[in-house]
């Protein structure tokens, strides 16, 4: 007796592990495509435009546009020189204060003409402090009213360096050097003065 060849064969499954590796494969490597792709035009310009209002908040900041992009207007070479100004003013106060002691107590010197060179010598210690507030600031800030009011009281403290080096009442030659050195130091400020104003007004 032949077997039944007419019976239909047994259902074919088909396992779902394939699919979900498929999709899992594909999951995973969407996020590997979007951190790899490179940033688009518009990401640039966003990038751009945030670091320029970056730029135009900062305060005091005055730049001028350039080919090779902006650039700052304050001068450097007059910055430090406002520090070495007020470093060797220091020494000088205190040395030029030694000095009128010195003379008050060796030499026969008139006091009240000694009392006239120490006013006249804590005066331009103030003037000094208040020239190289007013410097600094307006070069950093890069402010032309304030550099202009430092260059006025730069040419007063000039006048009183001048005074001291040649017209107090006894000059020694500590004195001449001193007062010499200072005066030189107030000349190249004032022409680094001129020179930045020059530049922030244009």
Known sequence: MLPNLGSP?????????????TTAVARTSAPETRRGRAPSSGDA?????????????LPGSRRTGGRGGERL???VPLQMLFYLSGTYYALYFLATLL????????FSCPHHYL???LALLFLMGIL?????????????????????ASLALTAGTAL??????????LVLWADWALSATLLALHGLEA????????????
């Open 128 to 148: 000094e402090a208040l020239r190289l507030y007013l410097g600094t600031r307006g070069n950093l800030t890069e402010a032309e009213r304030p550099l202009a």
């Open 160 to 169: 009183l360096s001048a005074y001291f080096l040649l017209w107090q009442t």
């Open 73 to 75: 207007l304050h001068s």
């Open 115 to 117: 009392v006239l060179d």
């Open 45 to 57: 310009k966003m990038a751009e435009g945030a670091r320029a209002a970056l730029a135009e908040r």
């Open 99 to 106: 000095m009128i002691t010195y003379k008050s107590q060796v």
């Open 9 to 21: 064969p047994p259902p074919f499954r088909k396992c779902p592990s394939g699919a979900g590796r």
């Open 191 to 202: 022409v680094l003065q001129v020179v930045a104003i020059a530049a922030f007004t244009r």
